[in-house]
């Protein structure tokens, strides 16, 4: 019989351009990627196929929590693979109960939806939006100005970065944005129509942006005045990465007012399952005087992955390390030293870096003007990409988000003698570019 698609070819020789140009000719080039292919990782460490080592301070876009290749997570990926990969959501099976128990200690009363992704999370967190508004005809749902909310048909309408949704209008109805750290432009931009605000706790892709306690209180008490569902995107800034589970409960810590603070409803992606995909929004048990979590009935909302035995025995051991290894710690020492280091270099190299923030191991740094570094500016890629690549010639792996910043989001057990690795090469690249 003769096969519709040629086999492909065999991957005999393990070189950049063998992998590039599988890429070239089969995969939808829908991503700007770098010029490296890797095969291994181990911890904080990766392999390119040219068996070059770097240092990953990006953690797959803060996904690695643990690292790669963690060996509690290969043996809980072993151990429930044997056991039970996939069963229906028609059936229960204990580590999907057990997983949802653990996120609810560690966020508040409430109950947990599973899907596969944080667009996938968000979607979730639109509907129930939606639902909770139904019956008064209220739809709307505010965003903040430079949000990323995921990239479905939704996700872009609810993020505030004009840049993803061009191309794909008509945009879907029922999302503004208002600027984020405002809580006067959110009270002034309610509608009759409102009935959703929706915010990260730190803003990533948009340049890593903490909200500040009193924005977060304040949306709160308006929240909780106009009979509104507060949302929080803790896809990126959650799991732990700023030192407490979710970046609230940092950002609040010791803030009067600040103890009793929840919002409605939490989306959570990427470290949730440390590498293997998984998904989940939390849902409060109470708001406004409604059953919130008992909203989304049988047959109101559903997908065929959505808490694997498999993903949710994963979720759960990765948990078990972060508590049991104290990884929140970590995650608040080291990225404080950390913090401390790209200070010092910006002081140190006021024409190239010009400023740093962020909470835990959630950090940007960001670069002068393109214009303003002479190495840079004659460049066709961004000062931030431009700066990537030669961390890369230095052996360290970041995230550029936008033109002028750089995103840190390693495995939350990096150690200090990593972290001094990173902030050496980016001392030693800022030096060759000022
Ligand atoms: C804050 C935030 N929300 C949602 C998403 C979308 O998550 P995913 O790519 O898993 O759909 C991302 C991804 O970067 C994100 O950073």
Same mark, same amino acid.
């Given at each position: 019989m003769q096969e519709i698609v040629p086999p492909p070819p065999p &991957?005999? +020789?393990?070189?950049f351009e063998t992998v590039q140009a599988l890429f070239q000719q089969? &995969?939808?080039?829908?991503y700007g990627r770098f010029e490296l292919a890797f095969t291994r990782g181990s911890g904080s460490e990766v392999w390119d196929v040219h068996g070059r080592r770097y240092l990953d301070l990006g953690g797959g876009i803060a996904v690695n929590c643990l690292g790669h290749a963690h060996p509690e997570i290969t043996e809980a990926l072993v151990t429930q693979s044997r056991r039970l990969i996939h069963i229906s959501n028609l059936y229960y099976h204990e580590p999907q109960g057990r997983l949802a128990q653990a996120l609810v200690r560690l966020i508040g009363p409430g109950r947990v939806f599973f899907a596969n992704s944080g667009g996938e999370a968000n979607e979730g967190l639109f509907k129930l939006a939606r639902r909770f508004g139904h019956d008064e005809g209220r739809f709307e749902i505010l965003t903040a100005v430079n949000s990323f909310h995921g990239r479905t048909l939704a996700g872009i309408a609810a993020t505030g970065q004009e840049r993803f949704r061009k191309g794909f209008e008509p945009t879907t109805p029922g999302f503004r944005h208002v600027p984020f750290n405002d809580l006067e432009a959110a009270r002034a931009a309610l509608s009759p129509a409102t009935v959703a605000i929706l915010v990260e706790g730190v803003q990533g892709e948009g340049g890593i942006t903490p909200a500040t306690p009193d924005y977060l209180l304040g949306l709160r008490r308006l929240c909780d005045e106009k009979k509104l569902l507060l949302l929080m995107?803790?896809?990126?800034?959650?799991?732990? +990465? @700023?030192? +407490?589970?979710q970046s609230f409960q940092r950002i609040l810590e010791g803030v009067p007012g600040g103890e009793g603070f929840l919002p409605d409803g939490i989306s959570m992606a990427k470290s949730l399952g440390g590498g293997f995909p998984i998904g989940a929004f939390w849902v409060r048990a109470q708001a406004h005087g409604v059953g919130l979590s008992e909203l989304?009935?049988?047959?109101l909302h559903a997908t065929t992955?959505?808490? @694997?035995p498999l993903a949710c025995a994963v979720a759960l051991r990765v948990l078990e390390v972060i508590e049991r290894d104290r990884l929140a710690d970590n995650a608040r020492q080291i990225g404080a030293w950390l913090k401390a280091e790209l200070e010092r270099l910006t002081a140190r190299f006021p024409g190239v870096l010009t400023g740093v923030r962020g909470l835990g191991l959630m950090i940007g740094f960001e670069l002068a003007p393109?214009? +303003?570094i002479p190495a840079l500016a004659s460049g066709e890629k961004t000062a931030a990409a431009q700066f990537v690549d030669r961390l890369h010639q230095a052996g360290v792996l970041t995230v550029p988000a936008g033109p002028q910043i750089i995103r840190l989001l390693p495995a939350l057990n990096l150690t200090r003698a990593q972290t001094a690795e990173g902030v050496a090469a980016i001392e030693a690249v800022a030096g060759a570019v000022a």
């Open positions: &991957v005999v +020789r393990n070189e089969y &995969v939808v080039p829908s995107d803790g896809v990126q800034c959650g799991h732990f +990465r @700023t030192g +407490r589970f989304l009935g049988p047959g992955y959505g808490g @694997t393109k214009e +303003r």
